[in-house]
């Protein structure tokens, strides 16, 4: 009796994931740290609340690297199917935290709106964003290509989350430049815009990621995919029920499939396995649960 699924180690994934903890803790500790500091010495109110958005990035970093930790361990009897919902639930926590930034975004607008005055000092506080957001930039294109790879939620989501800091940082100095050249309202404007890409960031990843947690199903032009490629396999005379789950990143899919009622238990199991084996080859599904059911059976 085996208690827990087939495991497989996947050494190379493992080493893509610590490098993917190790770049995203490492980046943030840098830059809180160094923003910290910069702000003590110069007391730039902007410098200030940069460096909190960093504190709350080492924050749900180190949230993080104990959920991918939790993720990439194998199967075991507390979670028999494997760990993969770790992976959308840090997602949500990471897009929490984007939520937050947003909102200081443009609560800083508003306050700069209201005062009427630029947010960044020329001078080494505009350095210090700019190489921030130059850090957080070769954050972004590192995590949003190992988490492609790895069809990873949470670090698609902390990809997404260091694209809107470099943007913030980014916008900060395009309405500090503005503001001297056109319209003092130029700065809190480029802040109310950045604000408004994050919440619409927020949205979508924060959809994305409870969906991977709810069982969402698969679109409907994917299961069609599945039901054609269930149909191609030889002894199979169709499929008349499908329903599909997204458990973590991927897919669960429970077929009830019809085949010739003589068909010996020795052949049902076979054409069984190979509609698996066929569905398992798309990269979307994790595990393929058959039914078999005689000749012209609907229920
Ligand atoms: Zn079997
Ligand atoms: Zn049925």
Redo the contacts with the bound molecule.
Sequence with gaps: MRWVRDYVPQPEQTRLYRTAMLITLGGNLLLATGKGLVAWITHSAAIYADAANSISDVVYSLLMVVGLYMAIQPPDLSHPQGHARFEPLVGLIVTLSMAFAGYEAARNAVVRFAAGGASVEMGLPMYVLLASAAIKFGMFLVISRIGKKLNSPTLTTTATDNLSDVLTSVAAFIGVVLSSLVSPLADPIAGLLVAAWIFKQVYSVGKENLGFLTGKGASMEEVQKFVAAAESVPGVLRV??IMSEYVGPKLILDL?VNVAGETTLSNAHTISDNVAARLKEFPEVDRVYV?M?PDD???
Excluded: K
């Design positions: 008349h029920h009830h039914h059911e059976w609907t229920d």
